[in-house]
């Protein structure tokens, strides 16, 4: 099972909204509603801030969203604050893999 | 309050053996589905294994099929990852998490384990 695609990184300035895409296959990411993305500061355990494709766990800021279409899901962070820079990654069910994850995406904020 | 703390890691030599283990407390244990997840030192996160709550079902990666076993105690509120015939590419943070239907919603706070020769 090969890892979910990512671009290696994003930026943009505060108040900007950025956009992370995560690009998979029929058996994984367009195959089923099990997308979810983390938050992983340098340092620190991953943190839930998406999951099925789009909810959001309590206590994520609804700058926040999350969307898929076929076998790209996409991350959005609207008004790009300093403590959102940090590593993101996708995540996918995959049938009888049960996880697969993305490559991740240095997210920097200018 | 949901905690994972996980112990175990440590410096092994290459084909050698560790036990990892996880802690859980704050939670009904035996009625979630753990995973563990390990990443590199500079690198992505990795799936590394997957037992449900009974563990009827267990799942590994196939980077790891065959010399790691994933096990749990519900008695113990505990998750073992017993891991043998070491590599180099073992060498990673190890994360115990919690499966909240197709998501980790809860991470421990990793145990290193350095694979050396």
């Known amino acids: 099972q090969s890892a979910l695609t990512q671009p290696r990184s994003v930026s943009g300035s505060p108040g900007q909204s950025v956009t992370i895409s995560c690009t998979g296959t029929?058996?994984?990411?367009?195959?089923?509603?099990?997308v979810s993305w983390y938050q992983q500061h340098p340092g620190k355990a991953p943190k839930l801030m998406i999951y099925?494709?789009?909810k959001r766990p309590s206590g994520v800021p609804d700058r926040f969203s999350g969307s898929k279409s076929g076998n790209t899901a996409s991350l959005t962070i609207s008004g790009l604050q300093a403590e959102d820079e940090a590593d993101y990654y996708c995540?996918?069910?995959?049938?009888?893999?049960?996880?697969?994850f993305g490559t991740g995406t240095k997210v920097t904020v200018l | 309050e949901v905690q994972l703390v996980e112990s175990g890691g440590g410096l092994v030599q290459r084909g050698g053996s560790l036990r990892l283990s996880c802690a859980a407390s704050?939670?009904?244990?035996?009625?979630?589905?753990m995973n563990w997840v390990r990443q590199a030192p500079g690198k992505g996160l990795e799936w590394v294994s997957y037992?449900?709550?009974?563990?009827?079902?267990?799942y590994y990666a196939d980077s790891v099929k065959g010399r790691f076993t994933i096990s749990r105690d519900n008695a113990k509120n505990s998750l073992y990852l017993q891991m043998n015939s070491l590599r180099d590419e073992d060498t990673a943070v190890y994360y115990c998490?919690?499966?909240?239907?197709?998501?980790?919603?809860?991470w421990g706070q990793g145990t290193l384990v350095t694979v050396s020769s």
């Open positions: 037992i449900s709550g009974s563990s009827n079902i267990i």
């Open positions: 029929s058996s994984d990411v367009g195959g089923y509603k099990y």
């Open positions: 995540c996918s069910y995959a049938g009888s893999y049960p996880r697969v």
């Open positions: 099925d494709v789009s």
């Open positions: 998490a919690r499966d909240n239907g197709g998501n980790e919603d809860y």
């Open positions: 704050g939670f009904s244990f035996s009625a979630y589905t």
